[in-house]
Nanobody
């Protein structure tokens, strides 16, 4: 499975961005897709995930309500809609996919940079 993330950029605080993650390869093996982010000098943190077939979603508490994860199975693409962005949302955002229901992510995209200016 290959993951290609896109959609990052520079946005002012309060603005919005939509990230995309296109999956290719053995799509049938994917159970869940998700987004992580890593801010400068910080560890990578979980943002949100979505079940590929059923569509169940999970969010980090601090991001629920501002961020929305969705999927388009026909396009093999997962989206992360980010609203009311804050400077502390500045990070490299990575998409990921896993085959099972456990905690290990099997595939990672290359990351897309989101910069929120104050």
């Amino acid at each position: 499975v290959q993951l290609q993330a896109s959609g990052g950029g520079l946005v002012q605080a309060g603005g919005s961005l939509r990230l995309s993650c296109a999956a290719s390869g053995s799509i049938f093996s994917i159970n869940t897709m998700g987004w992580y982010r890593q801010a400068p000098g910080k560890e990578r943190e979980f943002v949100a995930s979505i079940n590929w077939s059923g569509g169940s979603t999970y969010y980090t508490d601090s991001m629920q309500g501002r961020f929305t994860i969705s999927r388009d199975n026909a396009k093999n693409t997962v989206y992360l809609q980010m609203n009311s962005l804050k400077p502390e949302d500045t990070a490299v955002y990575y998409c990921a996919a896993k085959r099972g229901v456990g905690s290990n992510w099997d595939y990672w995209g290359q990351g897309t940079l989101v910069t929120v200016s104050s």
